[in-house]
C-alpha cells in the first residue's frame, strides 16, 4: 500500500519565481521517492531592480503579488498539504524587502522567508545526490544563481567546505562583477581543492541545466571541460538576438547564459575538475526534502 503525498516549493531568485509541486510516495519497508508533478517558472527579474536601484520597483511587486496569488491557487487545486517560499540574493539586499514581504503575505496568503547563502548552500545539499557521489571520489557542487553561486565540496559522501560568493548572472550583466570577487573565488576553490586529486564538478542551475539539455546526453554522462569551452565560445559568437532567433532561447535565458558558463568554467579550471555532472536539483528540491526530513 502507497501513501502519496504533495508538498510544494517556491523559490523567489534573482532572475526568475519558481513554483515546484512535488510527489512524495512513500511505502513502508522502501525508500521514500520523490517526482515532479509540476514546475512553472515565471521571469520576474527581481535582481535587474535590486542590484542597480536597490528597492524592487511598483511593476516587480504588483507581477510578484500577481504571480504568488496564483501560485497559491495552483497548490490549493494540487491539494498541496504543506509549503515554504524561499527569498535568496536579491531579496537579501532589496531595502523594501520587508514592505515587499509584507504586501505579499497580506494579499496572496504566501508567507516567504529570506534565506542567506550559507542557509541557501545547506537547503541545496539535501538534494539527492547519492547516486552521484561515490564515496572514493571528490566533487565540486556549483549552483549558479542571478544574484549568488553557492560552491559546496563534497568527499567521501560528506560536506567539507561550503561558501556563498556575491556572483551571479543578473548581477553579471549589470557590470556589478569586479575582478575582486573573481580573485576570492580562485582562492577559495584552490584552498579547499587543494588536498584532492580527480575533482568532479557538480552543477546545477536553469543555465546549465539548458547547457546540458542542449548537449542531447543521457542524464548520467557528464559534460567535458573542452565542450563548455567550445559551447561558451559559440555562444558568444552570436548576438542576443540570434540565441533566441537561431536557437530557441528565452528572452531572460538568453543573456545570462554567457556568464553563467564562465562561472562553470572558471570553477573548474581552478579545481581541476575535467567533467561536470547536471542532474536536474536545485534549491526547490532541496526545499521539498528539508522540510520533509524536517530539516528546516
Known amino acids: 500500500m502507497i501513501n502519496i ?26 525508500e521514500t521517492q520523490f517526482s515532479k508533478s509540476s514546475l512553472i517558472r515565471v521571469p520576474i527579474r527581481l535582481g535587474q531592480d535590486v542590484f542597480t536601484s536597490g528597492n524592487i520597483t511598483e511593476e516587480s511587486i504588483t507581477r510578484m503579488i500577481d504571480a504568488m496569488t496564483a501560485y497559491k491557487l495552483l497548490m490549493k487545486v494540487h491539494k498541496v498539504e504543506r509549503y515554504m517560499a524561499c527569498a535568496t540574493s536579491a531579496m537579501r539586499e532589496a531595502k523594501n524587502a520587508s514592505e515587499v514581504i509584507a504586501r505579499i503575505s497580506k494579499e496572496s496568503g504566501i508567507d516567504i522567508e529570506v534565506i542567506d547563502g550559507k542557509k541557501e548552500a545547506a537547503i541545496i545539499a539535501t538534494t539527492d545526490l547519492h547516486f552521484l557521489l561515490k564515496n572514493e571520489q571528490t566533487y565540486l557542487y556549483v549552483d549558479v544563481g542571478g544574484g549568488s553561486t553557492e560552491f559546496s565540496l563534497f568527499s567521501n559522501g560528506k560536506i567539507v567546505a561550503s561558501r556563498s560568493f556575491r556572483i551571479g548572472t543578473v548581477r553579471f550583466i549589470n557590470n556589478m562583477v569586479d575582478a575582486e570577487i573573481w580573485n576570492e573565488i580562485e582562492n577559495w576553490i584552490k584552498e579547499v581543492t587543494e588536498d584532492y586529486d580527480h ?18 546526453k543521457t542524464q548520467e554522462k557528464p559534460l567535458s571541460y573542452m565542450y563548455l569551452n567550445a559551447q561558451y565560445a559559440q555562444l558568444n559568437s552570436l548576438t542576443y538576438e540570434q540565441r533566441i532567433m537561431d536557437l530557441g532561447l528565452n528572452a531572460d535565458r538568453a543573456d545570462v547564459i554567457i556568464p553563467a558558463l564562465q562561472i562553470y568554467i572558471n570553477a573548474m579550471k581552478w579545481s581541476g575538475a575535467r567533467n561536470i555532472y547536471v542532474p536536474k536539483i536545485g534549491l526547490s528540491d532541496g526545499i521539498i526534502k528539508a522540510m520533509y526530513y524536517n530539516k528546516i
Do not use: T
Not at 7 to 28: F, H, P, Q, T, W
Open 5 to 30: 503525498r504533495k508538498y510544494a516549493a517556491i523559490d523567489i531568485g534573482s532572475n526568475a519565481m519558481r513554483l515546484l509541486v512535488a510527489n512524495i510516495v512513500e511505502e513502508k519497508g522502501k
Open 199 to 216: 575533482i568532479s564538478m557538480i552543477g546545477s542551475g536553469g543555465n546549465i541545466n539548458k547547457i546540458f539539455k542542449m548537449s542531447g
